[in-house]
Every structure is written in C-alpha cells, then in structure tokens.
C-alpha cells in the first residue's frame, strides 16, 4: 500500500496566490521529501525534511513536518504560471530501508 | 555535470515481448533506483542497485528485473510484456544513501507502451 498520500488531488489557483498541498503517511519515517512533475517527465526533488525538523523553507516553499500526526504540508507562496505541475511527497521509512515511496500527488494549476 | 540519462526516450513492445531499458546516473552517483510511474499515479518502486546488487525491491513480480554494470549504470528488463506494464519508467541516481540528505536525481523516463 502507498506509504505517501497528498490531498487534495488536484487544486486550481489564481497567479499570486499560495498553494497548500498536504501528505499523510502510515509509518515512523527517517524523512520526508517534495518533488515536482511536470508534463509526465521526471521529477525534480524540491526539498527534504528530516524527521526532528518541524519546519524549513527554500525560497518560495515552506514544508512543515507533524510527526506526531504522520503529516506533512507543502506551502508554495505568489504562485506562478510556472508552478502548474503535479506535486509529490516521498517518504523513506525506517522499516523500508533504501526504499523511497511515493504518493499519488497533487495536480496543481496555476491560473495566470 | 550531466544529469541521469535514459535510453530510449519511447518504446513501443508487443505484448509477450521482452524489453531493455538503459540509464546512466548523475556524474558522481552510484546509487540507482527504478521506477514505474502509471498515467495519473505516482510513481511506483520497482528495486534499487548499489554495487551491482539489487539492494531493495518493491511489489513486482520477476518478470521485471535489473543490472548494474562496475561504471554504476543500469539496465531495467521486463519479460513477457504485458499491456499493464504500459507505463513511464523513471530511473533516479544518487550517491549511496546521499538520496537520505539531498533526495534523488531523475532522468526524464522512459515512456513504453504495449500494444
């Protein structure tokens, strides 16, 4: 069964708006990271977070980790055009080691 | 510094026929993991390679299998194809467990289709 699920599936924004996309997962995880798709092609890794950290950012990102409710939330802030892509979380177990499973992910479509 | 590189960039297989899909990682990478990625879903892990071993493997049957050659690159085989095996096959590199601190690097897949 999926480790990794996002919610919601797909979300539609205006440009300049945030965008919250969530992911719950079932076991004690070693991190969680955020990639991003676009068009089908291959994923580009956006950020990891380490399972003592609550919270980190990277430019417009903000991820933030509740270990205690298996949750995790991707903030993206003034969204752009360019951010239409669908959004995955991965978690990397610590029963699966060296497996890093995805969910099923958030379509996201930024309106100009 | 060249990315992960797969190979071919589409394939189009019978059903019952066998395919070979390349992937070489990142400069520096020795680490590669396979995964199928169905249309809408998320990708999916098929078994990772490190050392030329097959260090970890998800929920695929034997007919999908793997390599890893001593210049770290990768080969995915999958036998007796089937129609559901249609899908985008993503090879992602990294340096040993490096992917725990700075994730993956992916190729931009495979895409097979069985007809």
């Known amino acids: 069964s999926q480790q990794g699920e996002e919610d919601p599936q797909a979300l539609s924004i205006q440009e300049g708006e945030n965008a919250t996309m969530n992911c719950s997962y079932k076991?004690?995880?070693?991190?969680l990271q955020w990639y991003r798709q676009n068009s089908g092609r291959g994923l580009v890794h956006l950020i990891l977070?380490?399972?003592?950290?609550r919270e980190k950012h990277s430019g417009r990102l903000r991820v933030t980790l509740d270990t205690s409710k298996k949750s995790s939330s991707l903030l993206i802030t003034a969204s752009r055009a360019a951010d239409t892509a669908s959004y995955f979380c991965a978690t990397d177990a610590k029963t699966s080691y060296d497996k890093v499973i995805f969910g099923p992910g958030t379509s996201l479509s930024v309106i100009p | 510094d060249a990315g992960v590189t797969q190979s071919p960039t589409h394939l189009i297989k019978t059903r019952g026929q066998q395919v070979t899909l390349r992937c070489s990682p990142k400069?520096?990478?020795?680490?590669v993991s396979w995964y199928q990625q169905a249309l809408g879903q998320g990708p999916q892990f098929i078994f990772q390679y490190y050392e030329e071993e097959e260090r970890q493997r998800g929920n695929f049957p034997d007919r999908f299998s793997g390599h890893q050659f001593p210049n770290y690159s990768s080969e995915l085989n999958v036998n007796a194809l089937l129609l559901g095996d249609s899908a985008l096959y993503l090879c992602?590199?990294?340096?040993?467990?490096?992917?725990?601190?700075?994730?993956?690097?992916f190729g931009s897949g495979t895409r097979l289709t069985v007809v």
């Open positions: 977070i380490r399972s003592n950290e």
């Open positions: 400069s520096g990478h020795d680490t």
């Open positions: 992602a590199s990294s340096l040993d467990r490096a992917f725990r601190v700075g994730g993956y690097t």
């Open positions: 076991t004690s995880i070693n991190n």
